[in-house]
């Protein structure tokens, strides 16, 4: 029997929490200091610490039986990814800014919306984040573009070599990211597993385990700490250390080979 089709002892969860462990302990030993209005790095720092940390709770929820909970969150990894990849991709650090400035537009609409509930507690936007919040046509848009159309920005660091041009991440966004959204916000297609047969079955909470996504939450987490990963150091415009990069390997191809029938 090949290798690579028995059944691993280890569950994908103890492959997954120590890979990630070591991803965050190499961020840490790094011991980055971002410089003052250094939005590259700060962005960039605060998001793939993000990435590890909703890992790590996604991992937990796998743990804990609470298996289409941990696919749908796996969506918060797909929207890091795609957010990192899109401002490191072109103009780093005017990006970067955009996107940690953005905190003046939520401040704005924020404002609008204290008075209505707490207006003891309102007040007056300060004339430099009013100024700010102007760079922003809308409050929900820090880029002023769609998801689709920042992952879907040619890359300009990677080739497709299937096709042999700039890679765009079309599977990210038009398959990982619209699946996992059904499970965010509660569409009927996240109910099959808390249907019953009408006129035959008695409801109970959870009633069926038709679907079992505990593979695919597995490979999502994998995968997008990945490939977050990867646009974290080019953001940083540092090398990737190589322990991490090649784990990160194994681990993909370990979790589709002796992982995928559990």
Same mark, same amino acid.
């Given at each position: ?10 569950? +994908? ?11 965050? %302990? ?64 072109? @103009? ?77 991440? @079309?599977? +990210? ?17 996240? %109910? ?18 038709? @679907?079992?996504?505990?593979? %695919? ?20 415009? @540092? ?8 784990? +990160? ?14």
């Amino acid at each position: 029997m090949n290798v690579l089709n028995r059944t691993c002892k280890h569950s +994908a969860t103890q492959h997954l929490r120590k890979f990630v462990e070591y991803a965050k %302990l190499q961020l840490n030993n790094a011991r980055y200091f971002p410089p003052f209005d250094g939005y590259r790095y700060i962005a960039a720092l605060a998001l793939y610490s993000k990435c590890i940390t909703v890992a790590e709770a996604n991992i937990t929820l796998l743990e804990a039986g609470f298996v289409e909970e941990a696919f749908g969150m796996t969506r918060t990894l797909v929207d890091i990814f795609i957010t990192l990849r899109y401002i490191g991709n072109k @103009d780093t650090d005017e990006r970067a800014e955009l996107y940690c400035e953005f905190f003046a537009k939520d401040s704005e609409e924020w404002s609008k919306i204290v008075p209505d509930y707490w207006p003891q507690s309102a007040q007056s936007l300060d004339a430099q984040t009013k100024k700010i919040a102007s760079n922003y046509h809308s409050p929900h848009k820090w880029s002023g573009k769609s998801v689709k159309e920042m992952a879907l920005e040619p890359d300009t660091s990677e080739i497709d070599p299937a096709t042999g041009q700039p890679l765009v991440h @079309d599977f +990210a966004y038009r398959v990982i990211y619209r699946w996992t959204s059904h499970y965010v916000h509660p569409t009927v297609i996240a %109910l099959e597993n808390h249907l019953v047969q009408a006129g035959r079955d008695p409801f109970v909470v959870h009633s069926r385990r038709k @679907d079992d996504k505990r593979h %695919l939450a597995a490979f999502n987490i994998a995968s997008f700490v990945v490939n977050t990963m990867v646009c974290f150091y080019r953001c940083m415009k @540092d090398p990737q250390p190589d322990r991490v990069g090649t784990w +990160a390997i194994a681990l993909m191809k370990h979790l589709v080979g002796r992982h995928n029938r559990r």
